[in-house]
């Protein structure tokens, strides 16, 4: 299972949370060092989330159409 660490950015819906995920990457030829941004919907089950705090999700089973990752901790400051 992939494990990722990431950003809630939204919390609108039941049961269900938006979380963004940033990586980084230096560019092969210009060396620059590039940002990605990727958005997830992903399964809440029972943690009391706020916007902006840090999460660490896994991949899992599909619960919806659009949600196949589940919070499993958040992040200590």
């Given at each position: 299972?992939?494990?990722?660490?990431?950003?809630?950015?939204?919390?609108?819906?039941?049961?269900?949370?938006?979380?963004?995920?940033?990586?980084?990457?230096?560019?092969?030829?210009?060396?620059?060092?590039i940002?990605?941004?990727?958005?997830?919907?992903?399964?809440?089950?029972?943690?009391?989330?706020?916007?902006?705090?840090?999460?660490?999700?896994?991949?899992?089973?599909?619960?919806?159409?659009?949600?196949?990752?589940?919070?499993?901790?958040?992040?200590e400051?």
């Amino acid at each position: 299972m992939q494990t990722y660490s990431g950003t809630v950015i939204s919390q609108k819906n039941a049961k269900t949370v938006g979380v963004e995920l940033i990586s980084h990457y230096r560019h092969p030829k210009y060396k620059k060092i590039i940002k990605r941004k990727k958005k997830f919907q992903v399964h809440n089950e029972n943690l009391p989330l706020q916007v902006g705090d840090k999460v660490i999700i896994k991949s899992s089973r599909p619960y919806s159409k659009t949600k196949k990752f589940l919070v499993i901790k958040k992040e200590e400051k």
